[in-house]
C-alpha cells in the first residue's frame, strides 16, 4: 500500500493441532528489506509461522497482514499472496517431471499469464543468478541437492516475490553443499530481497540478519538484533539453546 | 584398489539343467492332461464349422468376416467407448475423492462403494431394466436414429454399432463405462494420495489454482504411478465388456453362445473365442508396457 | 307444472351425461388402440421382434444370418403387416424383462405358454405346438425303462428356464437330480460325455443329437414327453395386438402355410448344410 507500512504484520497469531498449541500469540512486524532470522529447537513452531504467512497452514486466531492486506479465506486473496510470497522448502520439492526450466517458468506462464518466450529469459535470468544457467535442460534427479536448492530458490524468484521465506533451507543437505545455497542467500540479502529465514545456521544469521526471533514452545522469546542476541540473551531458553547449538561450531 | 575399471558384468540369468527338467515335467503333465481329456470326452474335434463362422467365403469366393468377427469388432467398439467414458468417469469422481469439498467426496465415495459392492450382472439387470427405459426415451436416442440421414447411418454403424440396437449399445458403454469407472476412480484417488505432499505445498506456493496443481504437476506424476494398474483395468474391462451381452448387444460372446447353440460345437466355439480375447488383451497388455517403458526412460 | 321442470330437467341432465360419458369413453377406446403396439410398429415402419437362438427355430447361417422355423414366422408376419423387420437377439434369460422395458415389441421366441409366463406377458394363440423330448447315454442308462429315470441316482440336464427344464424334467422326474444350463448345447454335451444321464429339450433336438451320435446316445422313447404351446408374447394391457396377431396365426394356420413350414424345420434336415449344424 504505503511504504510506511511493514511489508508484513502478525498480531497475535494462533494455530492450534487439536489441543497442541503450536502458535501463541506471535507478533511480529517486518520491515521492508528487513533480514529476519528465526531460530528455536525443533517444534517451537518456528516453520510453522512461515507456513501461516502464505497459508500453507491456515492460523486460527489473530490477524497475518502483508502490505497492509489480511488474509483471508478467499482463494482469490490466497492465490495473491502466494503470488506476492516467496517459498523455498527444507526438501526443494521441486518438481521432478519437469525440466529445471519448466519448473521456473510453470509459475509466470500459468499465475501471471506471462508469455512463454518471456517466462523463458525470466528463468534464465534466475538460473544465472543462482549459477545454474547451463543446467537448464537438466531435470531435478540430475541434479545435486545443493543445486536443486538453488534451483527452488530460483523458481521462487521468477514470481517476483516481496518477500521470500526459507524453511530450513540447508538442513536436508550434505555438508559440502551448504556453502553455495548460503552463498545465493546472501546475495539476495545484499540486494535488499525482504526474507525471513527460518535456520540453525548462526553464521549466516550473524552476517546478514537484521532482527533475530527465538522462538520456543509456540511462542516468541526474544526478538533483537543479532549482536544483542548472540551476546546478551535475555532468557535462560535462549541462553540454553545457544549453548547447545554453538557447541560444536 | 588398484584398477578403477569395473569388475566383469555379472552374467545374463540363464536357464539351469534343472529348469529344464522342471519345463518337462509340466509338459508332460500339460499333454497327460490334453489326453486324459480326449479319453474322457467324447467328443470329435471339427474346427472347420466353427472357423467358418469367424471367416467365410461369400459368392465370388472372397474372404468375409462372420458373425464372431463382427462380434468381436464389436466388443472391441464397446471396449474403446467404454475406456474413454470410463477414464472420464473415473478421473473426475478420482478427484472428487481427493477434494476438499465434503460434498463432492461424498457422492464421489458414494458411487464408488455401490458399484464395488455390488455384482456386475445385478448392475447390468438394474441399469439397462430401469434406469436406461427411462434415459433412453428422454434424449431421442430412437427417434434420431430412425429418422438419420444414410451417411450419419454408415457413421454411426462404423463407429458405434448396427443403427437399430444403438440404445443399446449406448447403454452397454454406459453401463461398462460407470462399473469400470468405479475401479478407475479407486486407482486414480491412490494415485494422487501417493504424490508427495511437498509437491502441492510448492505448487501452492508459485501460486497455483487448485485446477493448475492438479494439472501441471499431481496428475503428470501420478499417471506413471498409475499407468501398471489402469493398464490391468482397461484389459479387465475387455472382457468385462461379455456382461453386457445380456443386454442384446452383439458383442463377442453372446454371438458366441449364438454360434455353440447352432453348431453345437461348444469347445471349439469358446475356444476360439478365448483365443480371440487373449489376442486383443495381450496386444493390449504389450502396447501399455511399452508406454510404461516410453514414460519411464530419462526422468525419475 | 314445477315438478314437470324439474323432471325434464333431471333428463335433460342425464342425457347430457349419457352423451358426455359416451364420448369419454369413446376416447379412452381411441387413446387404447393409437397406444397399441400394432400402431407403434407401422408408425415406425419397422418391427421389433425379440428372440434367442434355439435349434431349429433360430439359427445363425453360414453367412451369419438369421434362419429357422420362426425367423420365418416373424418375416412372415412383417411382410404381411407391409413393415420390415428388425431382430433383437437377446439371452433367453433377459428375454421378458427387455420386452416389458420395450426394448422389442414382441417375443417370436418359440416361447412356450406357461402361467408364470403368462402372469406378466400376455401370449397369442400358438403357433407351433412342439414336443419335449428325451435323449440318454447308452454306457448310463442303456437298459432303463422311462421310469427307471425318476431316482435319485439319475442326473438330467435341461437349458435354465426353457419349458423341458421345469414343466417337464421336473414333473416327470421329481427325484432326479436335474442339471440346468444357459446353453442348450452344453446341456446334451454333458450327456454324451457321460457326466449326466438324460437331456430333456425340445423337438427335433433330441432326435438330431441321437442321430449324430448313434454311438453314444440313445432315445428311451419315441412319444413326445410333452406337448408345448409355443406363442408370440407380447405386452400386458394391449388386446388390439392380442387380436391381430392371434388372428393372423390363425389364418396362417388354416391355409397350412405354418404346418408347412414346421415341417421343413422339424421333420427334415435339408437346412442342416447352410447352418453348419450336426447332421
Known sequence: MNDTNPMLEMRGVGKWYGDFCALYDVNLKLQRAERMVICGPSGSGKSTVIRCVNRLEEHQAGQILLDGVELTEDTRNIERVRREVGMVFQHFNLFPHLSILDNLTLGPIRNLKMPKKEARELALHYLERVRIAEQAGKYPGEMSGGQQQRVAIARALCMKPKVMLFDEPTSALDPEMISGVLDVMVELAGDGMTMICVTHEMGFAREVADTMVFMDRGEIVEVGPPSEFFNNPTSDRARLFLSQILSHH | ?300 | MRLGRVVKSFIGAAVLSMVAATGVKAQVQQELSSSSVIEEIKKRGVMRVGMSVFVPWAMRSKEGELVGFEIDVARKLAQDMEVDIEFVPTAWAGIIPALLAKKFDVIVAGMSITPQRNMTVNFTTPYAHSGQQMTANKELAGDFSLEDFNSSDVTITCRRGVAACDQVAGRLFPKATLRRFDDDAQAFQEVVNGSAHAVVSSAPKPRFWTMAHSDKLYMPTDENLSEGNEAIAVRKGDPDALNFFSNWIQEQKSNGWLQERHDYWFKTQDWAGGVAAEQ
Open chain 2, 1 to 300: 584398489m588398484t584398477d578403477r575399471r569395473p569388475p566383469p558384468a555379472r552374467k545374463k540369468a540363464r536357464f539351469k539343467p534343472f529348469d529344464f527338467l522342471m519345463f518337462g515335467i509340466l509338459i508332460a503333465g500339460m499333454i497327460y492332461i490334453v489326453y486324459r481329456v480326449d479319453q474322457v470326452l467324447v467328443y470329435h474335434w471339427e474346427w472347420h464349422t466353427v472357423f467358418e463362422y469367424v471367416v467365410r467365403r461369400d459368392e465370388t469366393g472372397a474372404l468375409v468376416p462372420n458373425v464372431l468377427l463382427t462380434g468381436l469388432m464389436s466388443t472391441l467398439r464397446l471396449a474403446f467407448w467404454g475406456t474413454i467414458a470410463a477414464a472420464i468417469i473415473g478421473l473426475v469422481t478420482g478427484l472428487c475423492r481427493t477434494s476438499s469439498n465434503l460434498f463432492l467426496r461424498s457422492v464421489a465415495r458414494l458411487y464408488v462403494e455401490l458399484i464395488r459392492n455390488i455384482p456386475p450382472l445385478v448392475f447390468i439387470f438394474v441399469f439397462y431394466f430401469f434406469i436406461s427405459g427411462q434415459i433412453m426415451p428422454v434424449l431421442g436416442i430412437d427417434a434420431f436414429v430412425r429418422s438419420a440421414s444414410p451417411e450419419s447411418v454408415a457413421v454411426v454403424e462404423l463407429l458405434f454399432s448396427p443403427i437399430g440396437l444403438f440404445s443399446n449399445f449406448l447403454a452397454g458403454v454406459i453401463c461398462l463405462s460407470l462399473f469400470e469407472g468405479a475401479y478407475i476412480s479407486e486407482i486414480v484417488r491412490a494415485g494422487i494420495q501417493s504424490i508427495d505432499k511437498g509437491q502441492w505445498e510448492a505448487a501452492r506456493a508459485i501460486g497455483l489454482s487448485r485446477f493448475n496443481v492438479l494439472r501441471d504437476v499431481i496428475l503428470p506424476q501420478a499417471i506413471r504411478k498409475i499407468l501398471p494398474p489402469l493398464a490391468g483395468q482397461f484389459i479387465t474391462l475387455v472382457k468385462d465388456s461379455a456382461i453386457v451381452s445380456l443386454i442384446s448387444i452383439q458383442e463377442l460372446t453372446y454371438v458366441a453362445t449364438e454360434v455353440a447353440a447352432t453348431t453345437t460345437r461348444v469347445f471349439e466355439t469358446w475356444i476360439v473365442v478365448g483365443f480371440l480375447y487373449f489376442a486383443v488383451c495381450y496386444s493390449l497388455a504389450l502396447l501399455f508396457g511399452r508406454l510404461e517403458k516410453k514414460m519411464q526412460t530419462g526422468r525419475r
